[in-house]
């Protein structure tokens, strides 16, 4: 049986590829800090180890003892904000964190290497959308900076030692398990405050666009990488804008909720949308969740824990 290893594997996104590779027949290692992880996000089943993916020798240790075939690596630094304000500490996560891993994984003739990688954060401000994988990357934020030079990295561990490698670049990833109180995840925090009667907060008009996929589906193509290799997006291909959630959320929670307008925060793109062409003719994934009714399934995880 094929051993994979998921770095941030008790995450919201993580957790959820757990659950898909256990499905398919794979033993599953996860490696989490639970610093946003959470122990109840872990399916039975899987092997688990608190460590953090920036002490080298806690992973060496990992390593030798579990051999895995292939790793996941979802461990990051994800508040975009918090990366403007502490690159440093971004870069010591983000960046020598996978590093430290791809040496394991070359020294341990790991098969193949799977990067959660960003499209949201990764190319900046585009003109023509959606944006496919061939336009140069130029991000704003060093949350985004840290995610390319890992695939930059990537590049390096494939041609020189012969690592191969899938690097997914996600939209905005929301469903079940997300943490509303992080600073990612834009439609957990409304669920949540939704459910608490507190007003929605809004960071500038409210016209940014984002591409929102749904976890099930990002499980899927961690699924579908374990034979693939390159750069992948990961999106619906459509731009949804902040207002445009509060009009699917007054929808599907039937309460007419208050929206706040606060001051905009600065890294943040204007508008993205990506195409998702190459996945669906290499990996064969395709989206099967709408955003009205991934909203829905979120919706009634969060109504029914009362989050």
């Given at each position: 049986?094929a051993?994979?290893?998921i ?9 959820h590829?757990?659950?898909?590779y256990?499905a398919?027949g794979?033993?599953v290692?996860v490696?989490?800090n639970l610093?946003?992880g959470k122990?109840?996000?872990l ?6 180890y608190e460590r ?7 992973m060496?240790?990992?390593?030798f003892?579990e ?11 994800i508040?975009?904000?918090r990366?403007?304000e ?7 996560v983000?960046i ?7 040496e ?17 954060a990764?190319?900046g401000?585009?003109?023509?959308l ?5 336009v140069?990357?130029?991000?704003l934020?060093p949350?985004?900076v840290?995610?390319r030079s890992v ?8 041609k ?7 690097a997914l670049r996600?939209?905005?990833?929301y ?5 509303p109180?992080?600073e990612?995840g834009?439609?957990a ?13 809004i960071f ?9 996929v749904?976890v ?8 579908l ?8 997006n990961?999106g619906?291909?459509?731009?949804t804008?902040?207002?445009?959630l ?10 007419d909720f208050?929206v ?9 793109i ?6 998702s ?6 990996l064969r994934?395709?989206?099967?969740v ?16 009362k989050?």
């Amino acid at each position: 049986m094929a051993k994979v290893l998921i770095s941030g594997g008790a995450g919201f996104i993580g957790s959820h590829i757990a659950e898909s590779y256990l499905a398919s027949g794979l033993e599953v290692v996860v490696v989490d800090n639970l610093s946003t992880g959470k122990r109840e996000n872990l399916p039975p089943g899987v092997t688990f180890y608190e460590r953090d993916v920036t002490s080298k020798e806690d992973m060496e240790e990992i390593f030798f003892r579990e051999k895995p075939d292939y790793v996941n690596h979802h461990a990051a630094q994800i508040n975009l904000r918090r990366s403007t304000e502490e690159p440093l500490f971004d870069a010591r996560v983000n960046i020598l964190g996978s590093i430290s891993l791809l040496e394991l994984s070359v020294k341990y003739q790991v098969k193949k290497f799977i990067f959660a990688s960003t499209g949201g954060a990764i190319y900046g401000e585009v003109e023509t959308l959606p944006v496919r994988e061939d336009v140069p990357a130029l991000p704003l934020s060093p949350y985004g900076v840290a995610k390319r030079s890992v695939e930059l990295y990537l590049n390096y561990y494939n041609k020189v030692q012969g690592l191969d490698f899938v690097a997914l670049r996600y939209g905005n990833v929301y469903g079940p398990r997300q943490d509303p109180q992080g600073e990612a995840g834009v439609i957990a925090i409304f669920i949540s405050r939704i459910l608490r009667g507190e007003p929605c907060i809004i960071f500038g008009d409210g016209r940014k666009t984002r591409d929102y996929v749904y976890v099930k589906d990002i499980a899927q193509a961690n699924l579908l990488a374990l034979s693939a290799s390159g750069i992948y997006n990961l999106g619906i291909g459509n731009e949804t804008s902040v207002l445009d959630l509060v009009e699917i959320l007054k929808k599907v929670s039937g309460k007419d909720f208050l929206v706040i307008f606060d001051e905009e925060r600065k890294g943040e793109i204007n508008r993205i949308a990506l195409s998702s062409e190459k996945a669906r003719e290499t990996l064969r994934w395709t989206p099967s969740v709408s955003l009205e009714e991934g909203i829905s399934y979120t919706w009634k995880w969060f109504k029914e824990r009362k989050q």
